[in-house]
């Protein structure tokens, strides 16, 4: 069924349970009360027969107590710890401040549960190598963890790598951001101690599509440009920046995001920007060639259920051989969406979605998926993570502003 955009969007953000939950169901522990953890898992959980929601707990139980009432949480727990040693609890979401991602991930690999991590997945490089190296996750029936990368299981993802050659783009540029009325001052982004920032924020997002889309790591951070608060507990935490990396071959990729973005929100985009290539074409004379220069743009990719589209713009020349003079220039556009894969078509067009399928859903799935043993068609690896992490230590040392405080927690 095809939905308007509205109807779509309503469904999409008020779930509804439609079948019920299964024996075998996953049973998760929520760690804190955080607004984001009803679009990682309260939402899609409603939609998933193997997920239940068992218990939350928070620094302030009345809040617990709260966020249980209203999302149909059975338990509320005192502390953390108390959820992680409940052997009736699988799996563990860690939507916390960015500074305590580490060592409550750790606690629950620890403690032999499936931990599903909001991004950015830590703090920096540092304690991605001793989270993501753990030696639990060598041992037979390890736990499995996932940095909440949602924009990556999306079907407009998948169809927009689909029409990019990584080997050709020559340039990618980014953009993404949040309004200056959604983030006060006093937002945990804008908190040093909590590993706050805008690259640690929305860039991080932008930091993964330029790796995804060049398909390898950035050799360099050549520069940037960040505006940052300077006193107290917001120092050295960037609101707004711009990056420029370096990939092999002296290729460009940009990253633009901001938490002080104007009043009314913009998309999110992404330009991948192809070099000149010939196209065979055996209706040509011998002596000439066609050449084509492709860009692609995703639009609206971080929440692509609100909107979405992928603009291909292609340029083409027919061209002598013999001296390079252009005979004839023409363009080629053409748009694209995909909110289920089956539209998005490809080799995973008869995997299943809906319309009203927010990215958290398909990313539910998946984590589902590798939790039962089954195939993945998409996933965030733990070797991902730890690049991602390095990216960007890359940017903040090149910004001045410093890596983001390694936690004084100790892993036994």
Avoid at 73 to 91: H, K
Avoid at 220 to 234: L, M
Wanted: glycine letters at 6%; aromatic letters at 12%.
């Amino acid at each position: 069924m095809s939905w308007t955009p509205l109807d779509r969007i309503i469904r999409g953000l008020n779930a509804k349970q439609t079948e019920p939950k299964r024996k075998d169901a996953l049973k998760f522990g929520v760690l804190g009360a955080a607004n984001s953890a009803g679009w990682t898992l309260m939402n899609p959980a409603k939609l998933h027969p193997e997920v239940i929601v068992q218990a939350v707990s928070a620094r302030d139980r009345k809040r617990a107590e709260e966020y249980a009432k209203a999302n149909g949480i059975p338990e509320v727990r005192d502390t953390y710890q108390e959820i992680l040693d409940d052997p009736n609890i699988d799996c563990i979401l860690v939507p916390l401040p960015n500074s305590l991602h580490f060592e409550w991930a750790v606690k629950a690999i620890k403690a032999g549960k499936h931990v599903l991590l909001e991004k950015p997945s830590v703090s920096n490089s540092i304690e991605a190598n001793i989270l993501f190296n753990l030696p639990e996750f060598s041992s037979p029936n390890a736990p499995v963890i996932l940095e909440a990368f949602h924009y990556r299981f999306h079907p407009v993802w998948a169809l927009f790598r689909s029409l990019i050659t990584p080997a050709d783009v020559v340039h990618v540029d980014t953009f993404s951001m949040i309004p200056w009325w959604m983030v006060t001052k006093e937002h945990i982004h804008f908190n040093y101690n909590l590993s706050g920032g805008a690259m640690m924020g929305m860039g991080t997002y932008n930091f993964a599509a330029l790796r995804l889309i060049f398909d390898e790591e950035p050799e360099e951070c050549i520069s940037v440009d960040a505006k940052a608060f300077t006193e107290g507990k917001h120092h050295d935490c960037d609101h707004t920046f711009k990056a420029k990396f370096r990939f092999s071959g002296d290729r460009i990729g940009e990253a633009y995001s901001t938490l002080q973005g104007p009043t009314f929100w913009k998309p999110s985009w992404a330009t991948a920007t192809h070099r000149k290539v010939v196209v065979p074409d055996k209706s040509l004379p011998a002596g000439q060639e066609k050449m084509v220069t492709r860009e692609v743009t995703v639009h609206g990719w971080i929440h692509a259920i609100f909107w979405h589209r992928i603009d291909v713009k292609e340029q083409f020349e027919i061209r002598s051989k013999e001296d390079g003079r252009v005979l004839k220039k023409w363009t080629e556009s053409k748009s694209h969406k995909a909110y289920t894969f089956k539209q998005a078509g490809g080799q995973f067009k008869d995997l299943p979605g809906e319309d009203t399928w927010m990215s958290f859903k398909y990313q539910l799935d998946e984590f589902v998926n590798r939790v039962k043993g089954r195939e993945n068609r998409y996933w965030v690896s733990r070797e991902d993570s730890v690049l991602q992490m390095k990216m960007i230590d890359m940017a903040y040392e090149k910004s001045g502003l410093g890596l983001r405080p390694t936690s004084t927690y100790k892993v036994e």
